[in-house]
Every structure is written in C-alpha cells, then in structure tokens.
C-alpha cells in the first residue's frame, strides 16, 4: 500500500497494490499494521458502512461533534469525488478542503481523521461506497454543513443542482457550524 498525504497531510489517499491479469484482480483492501503505519498511531475501526447512491446525488458534508468519527472511505462499484473539510479549528489548515476521485477502477482509499467533515458526490450512474469508522454512529450529535458553502468555496465537479437529502439541503453554513477546538 502507498500513502500520499494531500494538502492536509493527515489526510491520506491509499493506493493498494494490485495484483491481475485476464483472469481478474487481488489486493488487500485493509491490513491493520500498515494502515497504522501510514497514519502514524493507532486505530481501532467499529464499524463498516456501506451505501449505494445514483449519479448526481451529493451526500454530506457530515459530521460528528461528540464521538467523532475517523472514516477511511472507498468505493466498489461506480466512481465519486470525495471530499474532506478541516473542522479543527486549532489546525492550521482550519477551512481548507481536499477531494480525490474514488472508484471501483483506481482502487483509491482516503484517509478522513477525526475532526473533519465528509462528503462525496456520485460520478457514474451508481456508486457503492463503503467506509469503515472509528466511533458509532450517533444521531444526536451529527451535524452537517452545507455542500454549496461560499466560505468553503469547494470545487466540485458539479454540472447541475445535485440530488440532496432534507438533512443536507438544511446544512448550516461553514461560519455558523459547531466545530472541533
């Protein structure tokens, strides 16, 4: 597994090594000790989610502001651009963003620490996403912050109005959002 640290250095795209020919495909989608590694401590994973979203639907930015979730993120079927936004407001990178394009065909993982909001929007016709996370989900402290925000000013590769939950169509802009310290 590669680990290339992004504009955020701690986050992380993973690019697995991959091993095919006529016959299809292998690679070690996790391996505990070299993604601890990678990130440099250590990480207990809880829980594994996985969805299934059609093109032009934007999901997140989400997160959580007790119990909050590291996510490591990749997809299986489909392709989508992923997106991280720095919520630390302690961090020097407070308010940036990164995005990379996850697919089935590049094989890419991304890295999200706690402390960040998440987001992706679908490429392709379909796309399933999986993410594994290092805290429960908990409703009660999920919050999410407008996909559009001007502050944010995240370029997405949006060509029309996505398709948005009513939890995410109500995001609160970036200025006013509960963040991390």
């Given at each position: ?127 399933e996403f999986l993410y ?11 919050r999410s912050i407008i ?17 948005l939950s009513v939890k ?14």
């Amino acid at each position: 597994m590669k680990a290339i640290p992004q504009a955020i250095p701690e986050v992380l795209l993973l690019e697995p090594r991959v091993f095919g020919d006529e016959r299809g495909f292998f690679y070690e989608s996790f391996n505990h000790r070299q993604f601890e590694e990678a990130v440099g401590r250590s990480v207990s994973f809880v829980q594994d989610n996985h969805s299934r979203s059609v093109k032009n639907v934007l999901r997140g930015l989400h997160y959580q502001v007790q119990q909050p979730q590291g996510k490591l993120v990749r997809v299986v079927y489909g392709e989508v651009f992923d997106v991280a936004v720095d919520i630390r407001r302690s961090s020097s990178t407070f308010g940036q963003w990164v995005g990379a394009i996850l697919s089935a065909e590049n094989k890419h993982q991304l890295w999200v620490p706690e402390g960040f909001a998440h987001g992706f929007f679908v490429l392709s016709e379909t796309a399933e996403f999986l993410y594994k996370t290092t805290n429960y989900y908990a409703p009660e402290y999920e919050r999410s912050i407008i996909w559009n925000d001007q502050d944010l000013v995240i370029e997405w590769p949006v060509d029309v109005t996505p398709s948005l939950s009513v939890k995410d169509s109500a995001g609160s802009a970036f200025r006013d959002a509960e963040v991390f310290g």
